[in-house]
């Protein structure tokens, strides 16, 4: 164990600079939640006001639209709120020539919880101000699942209306994916990332806070739909035009609420490129990287190429719906000579490298998990960093396999078939690699490595229902039926959400400094993998059978199936109270973690749990591979002796037992 | 498990009985998916085309989950950790390029083959043949028929669709507002109703009945509810049908 294991916790510490807080109106001109509601409401009375003068100006009546203030308070309100919480501080005190702040560091570490609720430009903070905000839209997402399985426990239409059900899977797809997946993935990276590669903290760590707090808004934005006039979005979360561009205002709420977590997604991901590319500590090269590292630095390519297409796709929408222009209007009656296709090309530009933005971080997580719970090294470890590459190019040449049915040209569905059935090469090196990990190990069978091993059979029948998609006349067929309900779930929840699972039980000790429930953690995964199969198996067959999916009523030949599915997602929906429970309580009183349960060779082991305010007091030393587990006298990283150090102080093998 | 046995562990031995857990496990278990009642009726030809090419593609799926699992379960059941075995370490085995090589090589060749038997289908599903034309115009929240060639060579248009067994049909799709698609999965064809552009599908009827035909691509409010039916009858009933059906104009 290394000297730094000793290091006091940030929670034990006191805050290296606190100013006193502030009173009365003062309260309003710090940064702070005062100020950001003052912002907020001095943002949409200035929308309102630029709306009302355009009006003005062109003639309009009535001089006053609600649609129009939505659009414009939507997209400019939510800067006021960052303004006022104190996102932009330094720069425009910068910007200002004021003397902006020497760093004094006031804004590292957290020593109580309303530093969660501050601007903090720790990136273990955010790390985790991250994961809890994103958990919290999982279980709004999870809840509205519950409402949407309730109305298709029977045929007819029951609890919502047709409306309301159309906007009930919008949110959830939408919450689940942009709120959920993609930022709780950037969340656990951006705390152990930079713990891994040496470094103390991320390159950029105002943009960084900037970017969590993105989120907040985006979701918030998603959820308002339900209250916005007219209902919430109900396009689904592909947003297909022209549909979205001719929906009530609740559209808006996606489209907008999407540019803000996409600039969240871009922004994070140059911080991890920057980071990974120029932080890395003496010795770390790239191939002596953790998988972790490697696939968040595939997963950011993919990030800052694939997500500016998203957000184009939906400016247009935007631009079509607001301000009349014609880029997908090409109904009969409007004569306009739009591109309805186009946008599903430039959504799916996006869309398609996003699942993969979905899953390559789970890649690393796995990895992590599965070397350390095997007690052996990666099987084939450079493959396995290869292999992220080549899904990143790959990535970017199946797009159209989600139109197959679309009408485009029908030549382009070939290539298309060939370079999505060509992906599976790649996901296979990665399955077959962890495989012979596991092959001859001393298996560790705890929590995170049964979420590990059931994402590795689950993952493995969505892959195989993703083959079947590939093959043309197949799709032609099950191509928006329950079918694809059930592939994606089989992907993202089999695959991504098993493995946010099984990385928060992993590095849960590193981030509270607390052990979890082990008992409990057990329960929570077979509740969840049990019920998981049973809730989206059937899907396939009632897919195939002919039941289309985002319909709110059907036929009445699916009602047994429908009604099973729907008991065994209300169990499902339970078992992820246990994990609650356990997170919850043992975050409160759990007993303590030691630096390093797990016996990991990586780097963020060998500080303490939790790390210091500055991760590493010594700066570490990369000599050797990440996974030299079983190899005798094999280090990762060795902590150099301080200049002021003792002669006690030898070089430390990092890791060792 | 001893120091001893795990060391000698992992051998010819535990591969070949891996191998027979897959084998095994394939062989019942294949057969059970196959006779999984997944499809609904087949009432083209172009459906028994894709509901074999399903059956394939089931074949080569079940041993390859057989592999991924019943490799986890074998190595969880021999090699989990037992009491006293907490400081153990695995055995620091790196890689082994030939098996890389050939578990990349495997699938890549699979998947080529896979690929060349459904562009094979494909191809022949969207063969042309001697055909008539069927226009079909979706809207929210309704899909209506035109046959170019009705009575006296004027079109006419019905919200009833019948097409004839044995011939081949040409549904030309359009839509008037939103996306929308023509599904019917008794014939396993569909595509998507897209403003400004006709898309277009071949079917083959091949068995008289009444079907349904669905909306599958979200387009509003009435989404659950865009429904129609198509009727599949013999030869001399559709010309029948044709002759009573009066002339509406295009």
Not at chain 1, 482 to 508: D, R
Not at chain 1, 606 to 631: A, I, K, M
Not at chain 2, 122 to 140: C, D, F, G, P, Y
Not at chain 2, 220 to 240: D, N, Y
Request: contains cysteine; hydrophobic residues 50%.
């Amino acid at each position: 164990m290394s000297a730094t294991a000793t290091s006091p916790t940030p929670h034990t510490t006191t805050a290296p600079h606190t100013p006193p807080p502030a009173s009365g109106l003062q309260r309003f001109r710090v940064a702070g939640w005062y100020r950001a509601a003052l912002g907020l409401f001095l943002g949409v009375a200035f929308c309102i006001g630029l709306d009302v003068l355009v009006r003005l100006a062109y003639g309009d009546h009535p001089v006053y639209s609600g649609d129009a203030v939505w659009m414009v308070s939507l997209l400019g309100a939510p800067f006021g709120f960052l303004i006022g919480l104190g996102c932009f501080d330094y720069w425009f005190y910068w910007a200002a020539g004021r003397p902006s702040r020497p760093e004094d560091h006031s804004s590292h570490g957290a020593y109580s919880w309303k530093d969660y609720f501050r601007v903090n430009t720790d990136h273990k903070v955010i790390g985790t101000q991250y994961v809890v905000t994103s958990f919290f839209f999982f279980f709004v997402g999870g809840l509205i699942a519950m409402l949407m399985r309730a109305e298709l426990a029977q045929p007819g239409l029951q609890f919502v209306d047709s409306s309301t059900f159309n906007g009930l899977f919008s949110v959830h797809a939408s919450l689940l994916i942009f709120l959920f997946i993609i930022p709780v993935f950037a969340g656990l990276a951006n705390f152990v990332l930079p713990l891994m590669i040496g470094a103390p903290d991320m390159a950029f760590p105002r943009l960084n806070a900037l970017s969590f707090w993105l989120l907040p808004v985006a979701g918030v934005m998603m959820l308002l739909s339900f209250l916005a006039p007219g209902g919430p979005f109900a396009s689904g979360w592909t947003a297909y035009a022209p549909l979205s561009t001719t929906q009530p205002v609740g559209q808006m709420f996606f489209t907008i609420a999407v540019q803000f977590a996409g600039a969240s997604s871009i922004a994070t991901a140059l911080n991890f490129l920057v980071t990974i590319i120029t932080m890395r500590a003496p010795g770390m090269s790239f191939w002596r990287m953790p998988l972790l590292v490697w696939a968040n630095f595939s997963t950011s390519l993919l990030v800052v190429i694939a997500t500016p297409f998203i957000a184009a796709s939906q400016f247009f929408v935007l631009l079509d719906r607001g301000l009349g222009f014609h880029f997908f209007d090409s109904a009969v009656a409007s004569h306009a000579n739009g591109d309805v296709l186009m946008y599903q090309h430039v959504f799916w530009f996006y869309s398609h490298p996003a699942v993969y933005i979905m899953m390559l971080p789970g890649f690393g997580i796995v990895s992590e998990i599965i070397a350390v719970k095997a007690r052996k090294p990666i099987f084939g470890y450079r493959m396995m960093a290869f292999s992220l590459l080549a899904i990143v190019v790959l990535g970017f040449t199946v797009w159209a396999h989600h139109m197959f049915v679309s009408g485009m040209q029908g030549w382009i569905r070939v290539p298309m078939m060939i370079t999505t059935a060509i992906i599976a090469v790649p996901t296979g090196i990665k399955i077959f690699s962890w495989l012979a990990t596991l092959w001859k190990g001393v298996l560790h069978l705890d929590t995170p490595m049964l979420f590990a091993l059931g994402f590795l059979t689950m993952f493995t029948l969505g892959g195989i229902s993703g083959v079947m998609l590939a093959m043309i006349p197949f799709t032609i067929h099950v191509s928006d039926t329950y079918f694809i309900v059930a592939h994606i779930h089989y992907v993202l929840f089999g695959g991504s959400l098993f493995t946010i699972f099984a990385g928060v039980y992993y590095w849960f000790p590193k981030m509270t400094g607390r052990m979890f429930d082990e008992r409990l953690g057990k329960i929570h995964f077979w509740t969840t993998f049990v019920f998981f199969n049973l809730t989206f198996a059937p899907m396939h067959l009632i897919g195939i059978e002919g039941m289309p999916r985002r319909v709110a009523d059907y036929a009445q030949q699916f009602a047994g199936w429908n009604l099973a599915i729907s008991i065994a997602s209300f169990f499902l929906g339970l078992s992820s109270l246990i994990f609650l429970w356990n997170i919850v309580t043992s975050w409160r009183g759990g007993p303590r973690a030691a630096a390093n349960p797990w016996r990991a060779l990586t780097l963020e082991w060998q500080v303490s749990s939790p790390p210091p305010v500055f991760n590493f007091d010594r700066v570490p030393t990369v000599v050797g591979g990440p996974y030299e587990y079983g190899v005798p006298g094999a280090v990762h990283g060795i902590f150099k002796p301080a200049e002021t150090a003792t002669a006690e102080a030898r070089p430390q093998p990092a890791g060792g037992h | 498990m001893s120091a001893e046995s795990r060391r000698e562990s992992g051998g010819r031995q535990d591969y070949l009985r891996v191998a027979v857990v897959i084998v095994l496990a394939s062989l019942v278990t294949i057969p059970i998916a196959l006779l999984i009642h997944w499809f609904p009726t087949q009432a083209s030809v172009e459906s028994r085309k894709i509901d074999t090419l399903y059956d394939v593609l089931l074949i080569f799926s079940v041993p390859m989950f057989w592999l991924v699992a019943t490799t986890v379960l074998f190595s969880v059941w021999r090699w989990r950790m037992r009491p006293g075995e907490e400081e153990l370490d695995g055995p620091p085995i790196h890689g082994n390029t030939r098996l890389e090589v050939v578990w990349t090589a495997f699938p890549a060749v699979m998947m080529v083959g896979l690929c060349t038997y459904a562009f094979v289908t494909l191809h022949s599903i969207e063969k042309t043949h001697r055909h008539m034309t069927v226009e079909v115009m979706a809207q929210q929240f309704a899909f209506r028929y035109t046959y170019p060639d009705g009575p006296g060579g004027k079109p006419f248009s019905t919200n009833d669709l019948y097409v004839p067994t044995g011939e081949q049909v040409e549904f030309k799709v359009h839509a008037k507002d939103v996306l929308h698609d023509f599904w019917v999965p008794a014939f396993r064809l569909k595509t998507d109703a897209v403003p400004g552009i006709t898309t277009a599908i071949k079917v083959t009827p091949s068995r008289v009945g009444t079907y349904a035909v669905v909306c599958a691509e979200l387009c509003g409010l009435g989404h659950a509810l865009m429904r129609s039916t198509v009727h599949v009858v013999p030869p001399e009933q559709f010309k029948t049908w044709l002759a009573k059906q009066k002339t509406t104009g295009a």
